[in-house]
């Protein structure tokens, strides 16, 4: 063998070193500087839970110095009233029901009219909770309290509710009989009930959103029992 052939088959194996090396070192995801120490944790954490973690909810701590009559804050158990119940009307999108047969889950009542303006803006986001917790122990109850005559026809709702496209339970209150009883003064009033029927939160006209959403996500996280204890 020659010295021109010894030197290109020196070549040729140095090179094939090289490539392999090369291979060796960009086929391992473990090894490449491109990835970080946090997309290693995401990927890990997608593995093995399906989605990254929500880490985003932070409870709503109760105020203890709230009486039963607080609005827009959470109530304490210990310092929230019973629930009145439901006076008697008619209900669509559901059977007849009572607040009692819904104890165990956190219940929206909704105080509105469709002829009011300020009721109907607040239906997205009542539509985006029933959507996100029904399936979790949460309902929302409608009370429809007219304000005029016509509010008071039972097609006329009829077709508000297709409008809407509401599909929780709703109940009239023509008579205002439920109004008085949880002492309403404007529409649209919104009420959160804790798992044992207890009034936990109240807000008066649109927005606040974020706020109810985070009290529905607390009382769902509450236990029934420590509710139970603490309410004396």
């Avoid at 020659?2 to 194996?13: A, P």
């Avoid at 954490?45 to 932070?58: A, C, L, M, N, P």
């Avoid at 009486?67 to 827009?72: P, V």
């Avoid at 819904?102 to 109907?120: A, E, H, P, Q, S």
Wanted: proline share 4%; with cysteine.
């Amino acid at each position: 063998m020659n010295r021109t052939v010894i030197v290109m088959l020196s070549l040729s194996i140095a090179f094939a070193a090289t490539v392999l090396i090369g291979c060796s070192q960009t086929s391992s995801p473990a090894t490449s500087s491109e990835m970080s120490a946090s997309t290693v944790t995401n990927r890990e954490e997608k593995r093995t839970t399906g989605q990254v973690k929500d880490t985003s909810f932070i409870p709503v701590v109760a105020d203890p110095d709230a009486d039963a009559t607080a609005r827009d804050v959470l109530i304490s158990a210990r310092n929230a009233r019973q629930a009145p119940a439901l006076t008697e009307g008619t209900w669509y999108n559901a059977e007849p029901t009572t607040l009692e047969n819904l104890r165990g889950k956190v219940v929206l009542v909704d105080f509105w009219t469709y002829g009011c303006y300020n009721c109907i803006n607040t239906l997205p986001a009542l539509k985006s909770y029933d959507a996100k917790y029904r399936d979790k122990g949460f309902s929302i109850v409608g009370v429809e309290t007219p304000e005029f005559d016509s509010e008071k026809v039972p097609a006329n709702l009829k077709r508000a509710l297709a409008k809407h496209g509401i599909t929780y339970p709703v109940i009239t209150d023509y008579n205002a009989d439920t109004w008085r009883a949880y002492n309403i003064e404007a529409w649209p009033t919104i009420i959160i009930l804790d798992k044992q029927g207890r009034i936990r939160y109240t807000h008066i006209g649109e927005g606040a959103y974020d706020v109810q959403e985070n009290v529905i996500k607390t009382l769902l996280a509450e236990e029934s029992t420590v509710a139970n204890v603490t309410g004396g």
